[in-house]
């Protein structure tokens, strides 16, 4: 079975500092990762996605991810966060023949001014 | 493009009552999503349909919980009767085909039982 762990539930970052939000994931078999923000009381929007290929991925707003096999990590990274990024990100992952989504508990990326 | 559409936004109903939330996918796409996120939780899948027919429904109560997308377009998802615990988001998803990485969420369903 996999399962994706966010290790932060809540992570307190003063406006143009970098952040770094972890994602850890277990599966015994080949992964596509993703990562969502949910703003408040709105859907989840995609932030960016990991299929194969380079193991850096860039998404929208200025995020990126980093794909590490060995350490079966997926963290998402901003080097500036704005208050405006002040929401809740999810990781997931889907294997391929199901891409039924299997998401973490979620981070709560609070911006202070 | 039209995004994927929920309502109602919100719903506070007595447990032991039923309710019906109804999703509208964006044009075209073939596979619709039901989940819910309960508070502090990540979404969890209640079930897939590919056009009309169910691919996954492992995690949906059948007790109480009924999903269905006549047509391969809109879909309801019904609780009856509903408990306590049933108090979540109910998030609508939809994408191009079931190889389609990458959902497009609704604004979901506010349900709150009491």
């Known amino acids: 079975a996999q399962s994706v762990t966010q290790l932060d539930s809540q992570v307190p970052v003063f406006e143009e500092a970098p952040v770094e939000l972890r994602c850890n994931y277990s599966s015994s078999v080949s992964v596509y990762l993703f990562w969502y923000v949910q703003y408040p009381n709105q859907g989840l929007q995609l932030l960016l996605k990991?299929?194969?290929?380079?193991?850096l991925v860039k998404g929208i707003n200025g995020f990126e991810a980093e794909f590490n096999k060995s350490q079966t990590s997926f963290h998402l990274r901003k080097p500036s966060v704005h208050i405006s990024d002040t929401a809740e990100y999810f990781c997931a992952l889907s294997t391929s023949g199901t891409y039924k989504y299997i998401f973490g508990t979620g981070t709560r990326l609070k911006v202070l001014a | 493009e039209a995004g994927v559409a929920q309502s109602p936004r919100y719903k506070i109903i007595e447990k032991r009552q039923s309710v019906a939330f109804w999703c509208n996918p964006i044009s075209g796409h073939a596979t619709l999503y039901w989940y819910q996120q309960i508070l502090g939780q990540g979404p969890k899948l209640l079930i897939q349909?590919?056009?009309?027919?169910?691919?996954?429904d492992s995690q949906l109560p059948k007790d109480r919980f009924s999903a269905e997308r006549l047509k391969g377009v809109d879909s309801t998802l019904k609780i009856q009767p509903a408990k306590l615990e049933d108090s979540a988001v109910y998030l609508c998803a939809s994408s191009l085909a079931s190889g389609g990485h990458g959902y497009t969420f609704g604004s979901g369903t506010r349900l709150t039982v009491v």
């Open positions: 990991y299929l194969s290929g380079s193991t």
């Open positions: 349909f590919q056009n009309n027919g169910v691919v996954d």
